[in-house]
């Protein structure tokens, strides 16, 4: 019986050397957003709410502002607008008017403690020059078990990480274009069970395991699933039109750039002004606002997370059922030598 012919370096060679190429270049892209991102965090325009009329807090805030771009005021009609833009997470602190001629600094730590902790240094700072008494008061505190805040940050990377790893290797074993739309759907189906079973893991780790957010677990587990799943939509569309080398692509957005810029390790007025707002369209950055809204703030400005998060879930479904339509059909027309019973054929990426 014949021997097959092994393929000489003329033919691995090139694509392995393109491989490597492309690891270099985004290893050297991870290296450069983590320590850009993260080395020097300075904080800028940290907004803290004020009450129009409360003169006091308003000039104390106006004398800061003349000499730091660290904290900007943003200004309500009365203390209750004021209040609800505290628990609703536009603003990191609201200064009024308190007892015994001075100054009251009401904080929500949950939202994130690097951003409160520079809100109180620098009031702190001022008033003690000026001699006025500062009382200060945490509404809406982290966790005992989380003093740093950094639970729901690590717990979405985790979760994300999750999700399009299993898309990817639902590509390297069964390809990664399915070649009909049944498939594709069947594929979908399957990262939406492996989504859930994460999304409960994730949140008994959380919980029972651990014992941060053991009153949370379905919770959790439910903001969890949801993560997972448009993670490993958002990759499976990728990886069904590029193929396996769209999973440097993947990686780029939801790991190189999605983490740093998620304002999960620090506020975002603590990144360099192309991540600040990435957090709010990005898959890493949407979770963690997410998980922060529905377990510190009962639920206030959960609306935007969960509804970007829905969609990027949808747009990846979508992704991934027009790739099968399109490129699937394509590769199954030009013949056997697949490389799972629903793949393109591995040249293309399976």
């Known amino acids: 019986m014949d021997k097959k012919p092994r393929g000489t370096a003329h033919d691995w060679a090139p694509r392995s050397i393109g491989l490597l190429v492309g690891t270099l270049v985004l290893a050297t892209a991870f290296i450069a957003a983590y320590v850009g991102a993260l080395h020097q965090p300075t904080p800028r ?43 609703s997470r536009a603003v990191y602190a609201v200064l009024s008017t308190g007892p015994d001629n001075g100054l009251l600094l009401t904080v929500a730590s949950a939202s994130g403690p690097s951003a409160t902790s520079a809100i109180k240094e620098v009031l702190g700072t001022a008033t003690g020059r000026t001699g006025t008494p500062l009382q200060i008061v945490d509404e809406v505190p982290v966790t005992s078990a989380d003093p740093r805040g950094v ?75 949801l993560a997972v799943f448009a993670a490993a939509m958002f990759a499976s569309a990728i990886q069904g039109w590029l193929g396996v080398a769209g999973t440097a ?16 390790i620090y506020a975002p007025e603590f990144l360099p002004g192309v991540l600040r ?29 969960a509804a970007a998060l829905g969609i990027w879930t949808v747009l990846g479904g979508l992704g991934l059922v027009s790739a099968s339509l399109v490129r699937g059909r394509r590769t199954a027309a030009s013949g056997p030598g697949t490389t799972g019973p629903d793949s393109a054929p591995a040249r293309d990426g399976g």
């Open 45 to 87: 325009d940290v907004p803290i709410g004020v009450v129009s009329s409360d003169e006091r807090a308003r000039a104390t805030l106006d004398a800061v502002r003349g000499q730091t771009t660290i904290l900007k005021p943003i200004e309500y009609d009365d203390p209750g607008a004021a209040e609800h833009g505290l628990l």
């Open 151 to 225: 639970v729901p940050f690590y717990l979405n990377v985790g979760y994300v990480l999750g999700g399009y790893l299993g898309s990817t290797v639902l590509g390297i074993s069964a390809g990664t274009t399915p070649r009909t739309a049944r498939r594709a759907g069947l594929r979908i189906a399957a990262l939406a069970v492996y989504s859930v079973l994460l999304g409960i893991a994730g949140a008994l780790v959380v919980g029972p395991v651990l014992d941060i957010w053991h009153h949370d677990v379905p919770t959790i587990a439910a903001i969890g699933a």
């Open 249 to 264: 692509l993947v990686i780029l957005l939801l790991v190189v750039l999605g983490n740093p810029g998620s304002g999960g």
């Open 277 to 305: 707002g990435m957090h709010r369209w990005n898959i890493p950055g949407l979770a963690n606002d997410l998980t922060k809204a529905a377990v510190y703030f009962d639920w206030r400005s959960a609306g935007w997370p």
